[in-house]
């Protein structure tokens, strides 16, 4: 079946069962590799987009209930206000190590810096908390998040 799907600012076509989940139509239909799959169970946060700016996780949110919604991907999150001072923090920061869960920690952390320019340790907790490092790199998410925010006081 054929769905239109709105996906960083461009519509596309795509014909595929509507429970096809949306991680991969972006991978597999799309050729957007930068959206990760981990554990396919919403458990891990590699697949994590924004639908409508809230980040989601794209492993298990089948394609016939996007609709008209935005999606944003972590090859456009550059674009957004949030995700550029995210990003920019993250390359200060030194935060990647393998790098594999860092599209969807980056997603995460966007969504949360775009609706809350200042969060509390209590917020970061929260945004994050479903999005699993292997390589243990929580303390310079964590920072990073905290500089972004300085960016966005800065207005940097
Ligand atoms: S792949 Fe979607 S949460 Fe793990
Ligand atoms: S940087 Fe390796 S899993 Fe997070």
Not at 16 to 40: A, E
Not at 41 to 70: E, F, K, N, Q, Y
Not at 83 to 95: D, P, R, T, Y
Request: charged fraction near 15%.
């Amino acid at each position: 079946m054929a769905f239109s799907i709105k996906v960083n600012g461009s519509t596309h076509s795509v014909d595929v069962d509507g429970d096809t989940p949306l991680l991969w139509v972006l991978r597999d239909v799309l050729g957007m590799t930068g959206t990760k799959f981990g554990c396919g169970l919403a458990l891990c946060g590699a697949c994590t987009v924004h639908v409508d700016g809230v980040a989601t996780r794209s492993c298990i949110t089948p394609i016939d209930s996007i609709g008209s919604s935005a999606v944003t991907t972590i090859e456009a999150i550059g674009a957004t206000a949030a995700g550029a001072k995210i990003q920019k923090a993250w390359l200060e920061q030194e935060v990647v190590q393998c790098g594999y869960c860092q599209s969807g920690q980056i997603m995460s952390a966007s969504a949360l810096l775009a609706t809350k320019p200042q969060p509390t340790d209590a917020d970061i907790d929260s945004a994050m908390s479903g999005n699993i490092c292997r390589c243990g790199t929580y303390v310079r998410i964590r920072e990073a998040i905290k500089r972004a925010a300085q960016l966005t006081e800065q207005g940097g």
